[in-house]
């Protein structure tokens, strides 16, 4: 299986309103923009990269091979979906045809938690310097919550455009660097994301938010990480610590029906096949 993501057209270097990259062509299309919005032409540009980059990959995997063994995916924010998504993949289809022929899923980032941003790219008034742990576990459940009227939303989407959905980035999230090294409420928040409680809620969000709602693909992150001032990301803090591993971790366990015991028996295991290196 291939995959690619072309994601984030508003970094410097990949492209955006304040991009050094050159801008395009005068005249063609991509710049053509019947929308107010400043970014039209780089999420134009963003999603034309997306149609190429299927396009080569298709030349070398062959004919057929795309939304099977190529699978592409277009990646941006619910912060404007009308313009990032409906807008750029309705002019996408008009000069390439329909989207689902070649992107296999849309992608946005799936957190929820107290300091996750909101469809609107908004933060939600948390204070980790004056909670203990059952309100921050209560405040990634309602997190999760709101989180559902956006999911509707892009599932609606992407089934009238023929496509999956996909969270590019999914799991607990947090205001980076949003708490103070050595105070308080840096450390309620690494408690709350070590406590148990965790692990019901990673499911809460993966199965109420997201698959109950036609969610198709989560992808957590990340696997691991240390807690620090810049958040608790990991599902595990450490990679000796996987059986039975923390309450995050154990979530992922619970969803994809993983036994640990069996998972690293088969990693240790001499017999098991590998891969091997290919001579061109």
Known sequence: MAEWEVENSTNPKTGGAKSNL??????????????????????RRHARRVYEISQTFESVFGQGSLNKRVRMVYASWTINMQEYYNNTLAWLAQEYGPAKNYVYAIAAAQYFGPHAQDAKGKQAQFNYSTATIPPVIQAFHDGADANQGMTDGFVSFAKSTGVKTAGYESGPGYAVGGEKPGSKGLNTMIMASRDAGMKGVIVYDIEQTCWRRGWDIYNYFGIEGPCSRYGCWGATEDWRDLNPGPPKLQAIYNVTGTDPTELGNWATSLQRERASAVVV
């Open 22 to 43: 050159p801008k395009p062509v005068a005249g063609r299309s991509d710049i053509n923009c019947t929308t107010n919005h400043g970014d039209c032409w780089t999420h």
